[in-house]
């Protein structure tokens, strides 16, 4: 069974910076997409990015958000810059067996998510 464990979250100072790590275990993903979707208090769970054989970004987060996967393909790294008090919300990482998708119901597997809080 994929399981999906992310790692990194913590509480930043605007302006700063976060990596973000997201890795599989129990299968390999090399093949797979692997993306991020972030939830605020009280909003619903928004795409963030997704990497499989391209990257995906959601349009109001390119520039500040990067993805990277490791040679084996089982991590899935996000690196946000110039964090701001909005950024603030837990980070879910998630899997699918196809191409990077920015529906959260297209995604198979899902990790329980990081804490991200930027105060301001």
């Known amino acids: 069974q994929v399981q999906l464990v992310e790692s990194g979250g913590g509480l930043v100072q605007t302006g700063g910076s976060l990596r973000l790590s997201c890795t599989a275990t129990?299968?390999?993903?090399?093949?797979?997409?692997m993306g991020w979707f972030r939830q605020a208090p009280g909003m619903e769970r928004k795409f963030v990015l997704a990497?499989?054989?391209?990257?995906v970004y959601a349009d109001s987060l390119k520039g500040r958000f990067t993805a990277s996967r490791d040679n084996a393909g089982n991590t899935l790294y996000l690196e946000i810059t110039r964090l701001q008090p909005e950024d603030t919300a837990v980070y879910y990482c998630a899997a699918r067996k196809g191409p990077p998708s920015v529906t959260s119901s297209e995604y198979d597997y899902w990790g329980r998510g990081t804490q991200v809080t930027v105060s301001s």
């Open positions: 990497k499989g054989g391209n990257t």
């Open positions: 129990g299968g390999s993903l090399s093949a797979w997409t």
